[in-house]
């Protein structure tokens, strides 16, 4: 019984539905049923019988939603299995590398037989390279004196940005 229960908190952080959650899922509707049923027999209220249908409809629905994902699941490793197998296939076939020149308008890779073309555009500031202490002092440089400032160094497209709205709203709040 402690190890049921242990493996029913693990089984709680632990994503789709396990088998000691969906035990103890139906073990909890099963009792619920009873309890239902002895409730009806005991006052023959009709509220028992739409509470009891209720809650039979949501036992199924639960059980049919933790079949569906199990299948799914089962599809998905299926596929897994089939890509990995497939790349064990082409791993002796020739392979384009796609980091070869990061500054190239087209890089072309082929795997598994199927060509890939991805095209970047020239234009595109590379702000992702920068490290915060460089992004900073590129900023700072590349500062006028006008109030406005140009968004990257290496952008060609001659938009430049006014005072930041951070700041405005600094000023706002000082006055």
């Known amino acids: 019984m402690a190890s049921f229960v242990e493996d029913l908190w693990s089984s709680v952080f632990t994503p789709g539905p396990t088998p000691t959650l969906l035990v103890a899922t139906n073990a909890t509707f099963a009792a619920l049923q009873l309890v239902l049923f002895l409730l009806l027999v005991a006052t023959y209220s009709i509220h028992f019988v739409v509470l009891s249908f209720l809650s039979g409809a949501l036992w199924w629905s639960i059980n049919w ?15 897994k299995r089939k890509q990995e197998a497939l790349e064990q296939e082409t791993s002796g076939t ?10 190239d308008s087209e890089t072309e890779t082929e795997v598994g037989g199927v060509s890939k073309t991805r ?28 109030g406005q400032r140009k968004t990257s160094e290496g952008d060609v497209s001659g938009y430049t940005s006014t005072d930041s709205e951070w700041e405005k709203v600094d000023k706002d709040r000082s006055t």
């Open 94 to 103: 020739s392979r384009l590398n796609t980091s070869a020149d990061a500054n």
């Open 119 to 146: 095209r970047r555009r020239a234009n595109q500031p590379e702000t992702a390279t920068l490290s915060p202490e460089s992004a900073l002092q590129s900023k700072k440089s590349s500062d006028n004196g006008s």
């Open 65 to 79: 939603f933790a079949k569906e994902v199990r299948q799914e699941q089962a599809r998905q490793e299926e596929e």
